[in-house]
């Protein structure tokens, strides 16, 4: 019902659009859902090949419970002067002389009814590759976990594999994989945090 009403206040081919993409998409939430965005950008290109921090972009993620989506302006900090006449980069350039939104399709999604935190599992010392997968190898972001209540709630019962040690490594390292004596290190991690993933309902259905 919240999707109408978002849309309700949007102009018209905004609607049509949304809806289009809405009933169009397999399912919202599935594993592989890539959309085409309004711009080609590639995770490849910046956070593989030039290796910006995912932070960098993706700003307030370890503070708020939304990651957000950056605005033209992080963009133009480089593409003033970079590629500063690309035809593909003309929405960049518009969402920034007008402050108007670039419209990214979103392509994580849970229903309004689960509650999910970033910056929580980001403390824990759960990365980014365990629940996005190779985001800097992908020219388009796709979707490669269910993220269903399924798989939450394995995780949430056996952490061990995806905890990291921060004063080693960070949230946003793509190549951290799991060591020999793992389930260890991630034990002690657990109890010198105390970390306690929940499995009662309140915790996710608020
Ligand atoms: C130069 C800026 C930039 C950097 C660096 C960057 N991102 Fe992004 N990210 C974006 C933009 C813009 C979008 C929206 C367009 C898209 O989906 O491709 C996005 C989308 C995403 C999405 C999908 C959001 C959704 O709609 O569900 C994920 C997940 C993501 N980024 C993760 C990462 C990770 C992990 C890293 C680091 C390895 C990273 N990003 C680095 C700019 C960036
Ligand atoms: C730290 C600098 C930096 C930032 C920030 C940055 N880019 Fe880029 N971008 C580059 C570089 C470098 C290239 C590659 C240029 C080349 O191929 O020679 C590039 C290439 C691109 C291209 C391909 C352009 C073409 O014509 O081939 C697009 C599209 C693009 N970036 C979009 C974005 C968007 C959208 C953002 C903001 C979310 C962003 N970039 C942020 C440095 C940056
Ligand atoms: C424990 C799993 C998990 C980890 C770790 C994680 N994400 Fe997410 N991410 C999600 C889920 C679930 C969503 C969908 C959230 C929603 O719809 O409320 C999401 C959504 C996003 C989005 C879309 C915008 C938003 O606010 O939902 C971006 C961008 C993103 N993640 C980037 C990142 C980056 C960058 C990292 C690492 C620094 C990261 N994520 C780590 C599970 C995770
Ligand atoms: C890869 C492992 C992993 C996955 C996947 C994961 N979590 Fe967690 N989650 C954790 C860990 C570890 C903690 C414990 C954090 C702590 O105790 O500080 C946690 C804690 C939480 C908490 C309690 C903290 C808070 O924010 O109130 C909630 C709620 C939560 N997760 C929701 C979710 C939801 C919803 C999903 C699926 C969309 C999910 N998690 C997927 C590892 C994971
Ligand atoms: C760790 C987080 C988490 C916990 C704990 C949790 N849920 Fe969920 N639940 C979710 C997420 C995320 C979804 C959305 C799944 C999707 O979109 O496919 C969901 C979906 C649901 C649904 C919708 C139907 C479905 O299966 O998709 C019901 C009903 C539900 N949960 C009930 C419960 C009950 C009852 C409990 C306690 C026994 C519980 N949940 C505990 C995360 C959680």
């Known amino acids: 019902m919240t999707l109408v009403v978002i849309h309700a206040a949007a102009p018209a081919p905004l609607l049509i659009a949304g809806l289009l993409w809405w009933f169009g998409s397999p399912k919202y939430t599935d594993v592989g859902y890539q959309p085409e965005q309004p711009v080609p950008f590639s995770h490849k290109v910046h956070a593989g090949d030039l290796g910006i921090d995912c932070r960098y972009c993706h ?67 759960v990365g980014c590759t365990s629940c996005h997968g190779d985001i800097d190898r992908q020219e388009i ?28 490594t960070s949230v946003t390292d793509m190549e951290w994989q799991p060591a020999k004596g793992q389930y260890n290190a991630a034990e002690a991690i657990i109890q010198e945090k105390e970390l306690s993933p929940p499995e009662d309902c309140a915790a996710c259905h608020r």
């Open 59 to 125: 700003a307030s993620i370890e503070e708020s419970h939304e990651a957000n989506i950056p605005p033209a302006q992080t963009c133009m900090n480089c593409h003033r002067s970079i590629k500063k006449n690309s035809e593909a980069l003309a929405p960049v350039r518009e969402s920034y002389e007008t402050g108007k939104p670039i419209n990214w399709v979103r392509v994580h999604k849970l229903p309004e009814y689960a509650y999910f935190d970033h910056s929580v599992h980001l403390k824990a010392g």
């Open 141 to 168: 972001v796709t979707q490669r976990e269910t993220l269903s209540m399924g798989w939450c709630l394995d995780c949430h019962r056996h952490p061990h594999q995806h905890i990291r040690d921060l004063t080693e």
